[in-house]
């Protein structure tokens, strides 16, 4: 069946616009389903609409003009209304078409989301690689959807839910992702100069899930599973991107990349070994790296590793169930900086209970510790979250779904305003960044020629974004 996988703009406005725009993945998902429907004989195809800026009239042109049987979006609760249009007008031009969603938000909120877009099909809830092709294959045969697990469908003016699809055992079965189908990836998915180092990079997912549980993190496609990639996988996926696209360095787009300690190891020995001499980046928590794991990242070639460590106020830490003391947190970042990795932080502002104290706290932690690099968003209850069904016990909460993301604030805890929490994030980013230490870090890092015209691009944007900030 002639099938279009389609990863939809986000459709910012305002003062964010250009950083976003910087922020250029692959879409892992679709790259992964449509590897396993290619395999399976169906002609297809991928429209990455937000990494070529696509506006809603474009892609609906792009996808027509592949004269689609099916088309399966894969959306965040951040694009779902710019899915829906674009599943709107295609169901106009041509109601023949069958359309799919699948992704995070399908994922938590399937019947809504079916109720909410008449457009939509079905929905995929959980992983998409085996249910894309059981669902290709009720459409042509046209059988019943109801044999199909995991899924939403229609019946009538009801939506139906199928049983959950069990997880899928072993990753490795899985084909490498069909990057061949996006446009260039050694050109098109550069990220920032904060998060890679060598140029030209790709950005890639070895492991699915994440064992811990914080209650502003959604759980809805992996659930409590992690599971990972084999190093033999994650080796073959590392000499597809250096043979095809000439890739210099990997950014580990991983949840929790250094959860198995063995793999990790394994995975540094591919490097070290390795005589391509990449250079990568990976997400980690701070507490599950020691001295000699960050020793053997180093000499492997490890530039970064991101910390989720969202809070200085430590009942804070314990509310959104991160589990980490905040003495571990300065000793795991101690130790990261002492390895020779940058290490940078994450941190949410407008928890529930929140107050003006402990955004002080937080800010004045943020300096305390050994970062080279700071990022700050607002708190957001996305759907499918323990905080989205609690929020309302600590503040407002503007659940729009057109209105979730973590740019601005929509969740505005008991006791603050939308005013002092964008003055404070403003504060936190201007007293961490415009420190003598924090400065030199970056410009020491601007001395290799072969990467200013992107370090330059990237420097002027963030400039212009604090300055206008
Ligand atoms: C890497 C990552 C990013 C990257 C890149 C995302 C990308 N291009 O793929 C960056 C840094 C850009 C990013 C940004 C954001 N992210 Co993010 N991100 C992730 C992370 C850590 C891993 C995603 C990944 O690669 N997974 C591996 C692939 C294989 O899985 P997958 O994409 O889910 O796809 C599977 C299924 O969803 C399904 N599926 C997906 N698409 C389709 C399509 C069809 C047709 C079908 C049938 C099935 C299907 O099948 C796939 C294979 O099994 C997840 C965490 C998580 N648990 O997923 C968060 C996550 C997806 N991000 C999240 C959020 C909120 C964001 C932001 C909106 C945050 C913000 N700034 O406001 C932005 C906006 C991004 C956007 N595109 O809208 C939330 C989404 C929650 C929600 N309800 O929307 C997650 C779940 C984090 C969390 N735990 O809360 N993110």
Known sequence: ??????????????????????????????CQIAAVTRELGHETSIIDAMVLGLSTEETIDRVLSASPECVGFSSTTMQIHQAAEIANALKERNPEIHILLGGPHASAVPEETLADFGAFDVAVMGEGEYATPEILAAFEKKHDLQNVTGIAFREGNLVRITPPRPFIKNLDDLPMPAWDLLPDMGKFYQQSVARIDALPAASITTSRGCPYRCIFCSHSVYGA?????????VQEMIHCLVDRYHIRSIAFEDENFT????????ICGLFTQSRNRLTWTCASRVDTLNADDLALMKQAGCTSISFGIESGNQPILDLIGKRLTKEKIVEGVGMTDRAGIRARGYFII???TETIDTI???REFMKELDLSEAQVSYMCPFPGTQLAAEAHKYGTFDSD?????IWTPVFIPNG?????????SKRMMREFFFRPRIICRFLRRMTNPRYWLKYAKDALNILSFLVKK
């Open 1 to 30: 069946m002639r099938t279009v996988f389609v990863y939809p703009s986000i459709q910012l406005s305002g003062r964010y616009k250009e950083i976003i725009k910087g922020v250029a993945l692959p879409p892992q998902g679709i």
């Open 225 to 233: 599973s992690y599971r990972f990639h084999s190093v033999e996988y």
């Open 360 to 362: 002080n706290e937080t």
């Open 350 to 352: 407008g928890h529930p």
């Open 259 to 266: 959860a198995s300690k063995k793999r990790l190891r394994e």
């Open 416 to 424: 603050l305003d939308r005013d002092i929490l964008e003055a404070e």
């Open 401 to 405: 779904w057109r209105n979730l993301n």
